[in-house]
């Protein structure tokens, strides 16, 4: 079955210290994965995806076939970081691209 | 930046009634999608709208659930007689075309179903 797990509910941490976001999922075929944010009152929005390879305020995120995992990383978190987080995953090919599959959200806090 | 906007904001209705959300996706995107997020729960997949037709939708998505994009703007989301169980936030998501796997998403519509 397609899942995407994400263990922590909430994660709580100081303004500059290291963040990881965990992200794991099950998928038989070839996934496509992605982080979206939604800043408090504000609507769901891209992140990042994996197949872009790129950093977005920060944060990184590299797909590990071998442990099925996807976490969402960033170096120095910033009050401004403080947010949900959704991991998603989308079949790579084929007409049904879009539609996503999300873990059950991560909350960050970044406290000062 | 264009914005995928969805009416009404909050919609409270009675068990039974019939409920028509509302989303205006992207001017010149292709593909349409709904989603659901019930209080404390995951983000769901409903549906996904292409060149008029449907092309995928889960399990959630039985015959109470209907999609229409009627006059090439808007896309609706009916829900024909409404459960407690239907009380959820729903979001309308476009995607410009088949390569960039890239969803913009609306605020969201919140249905209370009394």
């Known amino acids: 079955a397609q899942r995407v797990t994400q263990p922590e509910k909430l994660l709580s941490v100081f303004k500059g210290a290291p963040v990881e976001l965990k992200c794991n999922y099950s998928y038989s075929g070839s996934p496509e994965l992605f982080w979206y944010v939604q800043y408090s009152r504000q609507r769901l929005q891209l992140l990042l995806r994996h197949i872009s390879r790129e950093s977005i305020k920060g944060f990184t995120a590299d797909l590990n076939k071998g442990e099925t995992s996807f976490h969402l990383k960033k170096p120095f978190a910033q009050e401004e970081d403080s947010a949900m987080y959704y991991c998603a995953l989308s079949r790579f090919y084929g007409g049904s691209q879009g539609n996503l599959i999300f873990g059950k959200g991560t909350k960050l806090s970044v406290k000062p | 930046e264009p914005e995928v906007t969805q009416t009404p904001s909050h919609q409270v209705t009675q068990m039974g009634q019939e409920v028509i959300l509302r989303c205006v996706p992207i001017s010149n995107h292709l593909y349409f999608y709904w989603y659901r997020q019930i209080l404390g729960q995951k983000v769901e997949f409903l549906v996904s709208?292409?060149?008029?037709?449907?092309?995928?939708k889960s399990e959630i998505f039985d015959d109470q659930f209907s999609v229409e994009r009627p006059d090439g703007s808007n896309f609706t989301l009916k829900i024909r007689s409404t459960k407690l169980e239907d009380s959820a936030m729903y979001f309308c998501?476009?995607?410009?075309?088949?390569?960039?796997?890239?969803?913009?998403f609306g605020a969201g519509s919140r249905l209370t179903v009394l």
């Open positions: 709208f292409y060149n008029n037709e449907i092309s995928e």
């Open positions: 998501a476009s995607k410009q075309g088949s390569g960039a796997n890239v969803l913009t």
